[in-house]
């Protein structure tokens, strides 16, 4: 896999899965923009990209925001000229509770980052990609998109979209040279799924991330590398007619039913 001369973007590129992205792009001879609303996290990706002799600009946008969407496809293209890659990638988890206790204003949170952000980044990246003539496009769902967890409902929700989405933007752009597919993580090993455990057993998260890696085939949480190792994948010219489609990494979990928790089951 070989990105040298390409430029690829990453959303929710200061920390985890994004962050992990944005180094393995870089090593494998990408200029990076690294995209987040947590500057100082953006920046310090960028700073380990150029430590380890990469090229990486930090732009700081909330990508639920059309103008701060704009910005970053500007701050590309005015930087490195061309989008050759785009990681639609930044995510929030919202609340644990039941859809009859669901707050609204965390419903309207977490579908504003996970589904809109994810369209806003495609209304705007895409066009730059048409006129390109070529480009690939990796959106973050998550197992979530594709099965149920109870006590996550907005979270389901947006990410089965993202899934919809995909499919919707891929059947418009594949003649454009454009590809556009979605990745679908199980738990992996960042800041979200530690902050879901201690949501759900507060100051105990240990058992709670015991109880889930034993239901996972493989025994562990994915790391963000290997989410990263897909996502690479995806962009390549090894996948180059591939399009549309839903990459699940998730150590066997969503193809062993019983082994979907049930996040409100103590
Ligand atoms: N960790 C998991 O278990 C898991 C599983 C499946 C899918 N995912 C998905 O992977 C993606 C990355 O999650 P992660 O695990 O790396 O979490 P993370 O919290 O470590 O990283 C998410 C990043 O997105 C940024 N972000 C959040 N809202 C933003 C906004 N409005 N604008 C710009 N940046 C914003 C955060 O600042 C953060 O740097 C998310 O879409 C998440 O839903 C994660």
Redesign the pocket.
């Known amino acids: 896999m070989d990105f040298t001369g390409k430029v690829a973007v990453v ?9 992990a992205t944005s180094a393995a792009f870089a090593r494998h001879g990408a200029k990076v923009v690294v ?4 500057a100082a ?1 953006a920046q310090a990706t960028a700073g380990i990209i150029r430590q380890n002799g990469g090229d990486a600009a930090a732009v700081t ?4 925001k059309a103008a ?1 969407v704009k910005a970053y496809v500007t701050a590309a293209i005015e930087t490195y000229g061309r989008i050759d890659c785009f990681f639609n ?5 919202g609340k644990v509770a039941p859809t009859a206790e669901y707050e609204e204003a965390v419903f309207d949170a977490v579908i ?3 589904l809109k ?1 994810v369209f806003l980044g495609l209304r705007h990246v895409l066009p730059e990609m048409i006129r390109q003539g070529s480009g690939a496009v990796v959106n ?5 998109g594709l099965v149920g967890t109870p006590g996550m409902p907005a ?1 389901v929700a947006s ?1 089965h979209a993202v899934i919809g989405l995909t499919k919707a933007a891929a059947g418009e752009v594949a003649r454009h040279g454009i590809r556009v597919n979605a990745v ?10 530690h ?2 455990e201690e949501q759900l057993a507060p100051g105990n998260a240990a058992s709670v991330a015991e109880r889930y890696q034993a239901a996972i085939p493989s025994g562990r ?1 994915t790391t ?1 590398e290997e ?1 990263a190792n897909m996502v690479l994948f995806l962009c390549s010219d090894l996948a180059s007619n591939t399009t549309g489609g839903q990459f699940v990494v998730d150590g066997g979990r969503t193809a062993t039913p019983g082994a979907v928790t049930n996040l409100i089951a103590r």
Request: glycine share 20%.
């Open positions: 959303t929710g590129g200061g920390n985890g899965i994004g962050r995209v987040d609303r947590d996290g946008a909330d990508v639920t701060d990638n930044a995510g929030i988890e504003g980052v996970n952000g973050t769902a998550s197992i979530a979270y990410k679908c993580p199980g738990p992996v090993d960042t800041r979200m799924i902050a879901l949480y963000a989410i």
